[in-house]
């Protein structure tokens, strides 16, 4: 055993089993706010609820013990915001939402769940960083399992591209069906991609006039025959598109010249 204290945190190293004598417990402080300068492997409890410090998808933070599993990163990170608009698709109103700015401090900040896929951090200042959202998979039976309920119809949010900052940008945190009017040659591409093990991006992009100019498509697309699809040129077509790594997409020539 070990002990290691700076200014304001005081831990113990452990390196072999602790066994506690008869009527003797081990306490944790109900503490309000999160220890400053963690350490992967801490537990701490925060107003009630126990709290392990661990790194997800490379980025460190204080993970909610018991049933909640699922979670979604977001990161603001590419500038400033007082609002952050969140689309998880955890299908969940049971959240913990860890929020760290972008010298890796966790700070509190309000925060609105709008429905189980979506939730609004309200800052009193525009500020860059991260967001881990944590939610319950169903509920806890008896022995401490989760349960699920069936699922219900799937409710999307609809991003108008060419009214955004980058139009040309599918960017996967704001929606999951995506209209697009071609008005000359034009570059695609998709950012904020989830590589979570076992978590696929999916989503539908409806292109008007697309076969009036050039529309090239981001890579590592693999089409039906492996062809390109041509798209109509006075009209409107629907495509699908999902990858299961984040890398590799599956294209999907899903309607065309719909009227």
Known sequence: MSLNTTADTKYIKLFSPVEFSENTHMVRYNL????????????????????????????????????RRNYYIHNQDKFESDTWEIIHNLNSYDLTINIFDEDNVSISAQYKIIDENNVVIEFAVPIKGRAAIFATVGNANDEGFPTYTPLRAIREVKVN????????????????????????????????ITTIQNTVNTFILELTNGGNFTVSWWENIKWDEGKTPKLTKDGTDILGFYTHDGVNWRGVYMSKDIK
């Open 32 to 67: 309000t706010e999160f220890p400053t300068n963690p350490k992967i492997g801490m537990d701490c409890m925060v107003k009630g609820m126990v709290y392990s410090y661990t790194q997800l998808d490379g980025y460190e933070f204080w993970m909610p013990s018991g049933v």
């Open 161 to 192: 591209m060419d009214s955004t900052e980058n139009p040309n940008v599918i960017d996967l945190n704001k929606g999951n069906l995506y209209l697009k009017t071609i008005t000359e040659n034009t570059t695609l591409s998709v950012i904020n």
